[in-house]
């Protein structure tokens, strides 16, 4: 038998293996696709219902937190903490050097001194005033009020997305004849039967591939504050909200120039005045038909 001869067999069983591999990888490859595209999206949709429950739930706490900073230094108002005439100063200085809207400018002063009492306590002032950043807004404080704080009452970080929360107090006047907050869409009446919603010229009409809605109804105004994460898209998608670099958009006032269809009216903006969650429609988590699913079943 010749040398070629004797190499045979091991040379068949090779190609066999090789065979066998060629037609096996192609299976094995979209086999791991097919998982691959039903896994994705259901880990993407788990993470995104996590962040938005994670988020609801830090609105919560910090809107307690606040009731307690409130209670401590004898104040039916947030606003109780700061001089008023010291407060429109700072905020006509950031709103013109800065570019933002009046409001805008409000809420980085109340954001930012919130921020600093809840972590900091009586030693709020002290803290903003060793930053330059912030000095401003610590003149803004009324130190007989911030004494009589302890010393912590939270911890108060970013949002899901690694923005500050939002915090304006109560009462708030309207903006002309606007309330400058807004709840995205309407919701069943068993969830929150109090709240009427009614259009007003900053509720938007759009178009989506499940139809056309209305968007943006006025809301009410919570207890303390109003408080809110920029969402996952990290914009403010409230009107008259519009910050250095943005602006106005002359054929729909109210709104930033570059707002999509959904930024507007609230868009994915988490609150604590939007008592049925219309903004969960953002997250793929319709937290409106959970909640009144267990409404009508209790």
Do not use: C
């Not at 994670?54 to 609105?59: D, M, T, Y």
């Not at 805008?104 to 109340?110: D, V």
């Not at 002309?176 to 007003?200: H, L, N, W």
């Not at 049925?276 to 038909?289: D, R």
Request: charged share 25%.
């Amino acid at each position: 038998m010749s040398k070629v001869s004797e190499q045979d067999p091991a040379k068949k069983s090779s190609l066999r293996r090789e065979l066998r591999l060629t037609i096996l990888l192609p299976v094995v490859l979209i086999v791991i696709g097919l998982l691959l595209a039903i896994s994705i999206p259901n880990v993407a949709s788990y993470i995104a219902h996590a962040d938005l429950t994670f988020a609801i739930g830090e609105v919560r706490t910090i809107e307690v937190a606040l009731t307690k900073l409130a209670e401590d230094a004898q104040t039916s108002s947030l606003t109780g903490f700061f001089h008023p005439e010291a407060f429109k100063e700072t905020e006509n200085s950031l709103a013109d050097s800065g570019g933002r809207s009046s409001i805008q400018a409000a809420t980085e002063i109340y954001t930012t001194a919130f921020y600093a009492l809840l972590r900091h306590g009586n030693k709020a002032i002290t803290f903003l005033s060793g930053d330059g950043k912030t000095s401003a807004i610590a003149e803004t404080l009324d130190s007989s009020a911030v004494a009589k704080l302890r010393h912590n009452y939270y911890d108060i970080g970013n949002d899901p997305w690694d923005e500050r929360y939002r915090i304006y107090p109560t009462p708030l006047e309207a903006i002309g004849k606007d309330m400058p907050f807004r709840v995205y869409r309407e919701y069943p009446s068993e969830i929150a039967p109090a709240f009427s919603p009614v259009s007003d010229n900053l509720t938007r009409s759009i178009q989506t591939d499940s139809g056309k809605f209305e968007v943006g109804y006025p809301a009410k105004q919570p207890g303390l504050a109003f408080i809110w994460s920029l969402g996952r898209n990290k914009k403010n998608d409230q009107p008259h909200f519009v910050d250095a670099g943005d602006f106005f958009n002359p054929d729909d006032p109210g709104y930033r120039i570059d707002a999509k269809p959904e930024e507007v009216g609230g868009g994915d903006d988490i609150n604590n005045w939007d008592d049925g969650h219309s903004y969960a429609s953002f997250y793929n988590y319709n937290l409106v038909l959970t909640e009144a699913t267990n409404s009508s079943a209790s």
